[in-house]
C-alpha cells in the first residue's frame, strides 16, 4: 500500500523567507508524485508532479521540488515567500491505481 | 473559465434527508472522482468512473451512491446523511485512468448536516 506523511501541520514563515514543507513517501512501486495546493473554500490545484523524469521539479508560482529516491522524500521549496502563499498543501502519491494524499500543511505567511 | 464545477457550493441538510451533489466538466476526461475531505484530513477517495465502469472503494459506506448518466455529469447522491458525513465534498476528473497526470478539481460543495 502506498502513503505519504506530512511532516508539521502547520508552518509559519516570514514574508520573503524560505518555505520548506515536507513529504516523505512509501510505495511498492515507482511513485507518481505530486503537490497540491488548496486555498480557503477552493479545490485542489496541482503545483507540480514528479513521474520519473528529472529529480528536481518545477512548478507554479516559484515552487520546486526535488525527489530523493534514498531518503523517500520529495520536499516542496519556495525561496521566498509571497503572503499569496498562504494557504493548505498537500502531497501526493500515485500508484497508477489512486491517488492517496497527505494530511495536509497549512501554510501561514507572517508580514 | 471553470472546467469542473460543482453545484451546490454550500447546502445544508437535516438528519437523514437525503442530498445530492452534482459535477459538470467540460474537459471531455474519461475519469471522474468523489472524495470526501473532511476538516484538516486528507482528501479520501469514495468513488470513481472510468467512462460508465463504476469504482467503489471498498470502505466507501452504503449510504454514498453515484450516477454518471453521460460524459459531462457525474452525481453524488447520500441517501440518510448523518452528523458524520458533514464535509467537503470534491469531484476531480482525469483523461484516461492510471494516474500520471493532472487531477482537475472544482472548488467543492460542503455539506452541513443539522
Known amino acids: 500500500a502506498q502513503s505519504v506523511t506530512q511532516l508539521g501541520s502547520h508552518v509559519s514563515v516570514s514574508e520573503g523567507a524560505l518555505v520548506l514543507l515536507r513529504c516523505n513517501y512509501s510505495?511498492?512501486?515507482?511513485?507518481?508524485l505530486f503537490w497540491y495546493v488548496q486555498y480557503p473554500n477552493q479545490g485542489l490545484q496541482l503545483l507540480l508532479k514528479?513521474?520519473?523524469?528529472?529529480?528536481l521539479v518545477k512548478g507554479i508560482n516559484g515552487f520546486e521540488a526535488e525527489f530523493k529516491k534514498s531518503e523517500t522524500s520529495f520536499h516542496l521549496t519556495k525561496p521566498s515567500a509571497h503572503m499569496s502563499d498562504a494557504a493548505e498543501y498537500f502531497c501526493?502519491?500515485?500508484?497508477?491505481?489512486?491517488?492517496?494524499f497527505g494530511t495536509g500543511t497549512r501554510l501561514t505567511i507572517i508580514p | 473559465d471553470a472546467m469542473v464545477i460543482q453545484n451546490p457550493r454550500y447546502q445544508v441538510t437535516q438528519f437523514g434527508k437525503p442530498v445530492t451533489l452534482s459535477c459538470s466538466q467540460t474537459?471531455?476526461?474519461?475519469?471522474m472522482y468523489w472524495y470526501q475531505q473532511k476538516s484538516s484530513q486528507a482528501p479520501k477517495l469514495l468513488f470513481h468512473?472510468?467512462?460508465?465502469?463504476?469504482?467503489n472503494e471498498a470502505d466507501t459506506p452504503d449510504n454514498f451512491q453515484s450516477r454518471r448518466p453521460n460524459t459531462s455529469f457525474c452525481f453524488l447522491d447520500i441517501r440518510s446523511p448523518g452528523l458524520g458525513d458533514a464535509a467537503m465534498y470534491l469531484c476531480?476528473?482525469?483523461?484516461?485512468?492510471?494516474?500520471?497526470?493532472?487531477?482537475?478539481f472544482g472548488e467543492g460543495s460542503r455539506l452541513t448536516v443539522l
Open positions: 514528479y513521474t520519473s523524469a528529472a529529480t
Open positions: 510505495s511498492s512501486v515507482p511513485p507518481y
Open positions: 474537459l471531455n476526461h474519461n475519469v
Open positions: 501526493a502519491v500515485s500508484d497508477l491505481e489512486k491517488l492517496t
Open positions: 468512473y472510468y467512462d460508465k465502469d463504476f469504482n
Open positions: 476531480a476528473t482525469s483523461r484516461d485512468r492510471g494516474v500520471t497526470g493532472e487531477l482537475f
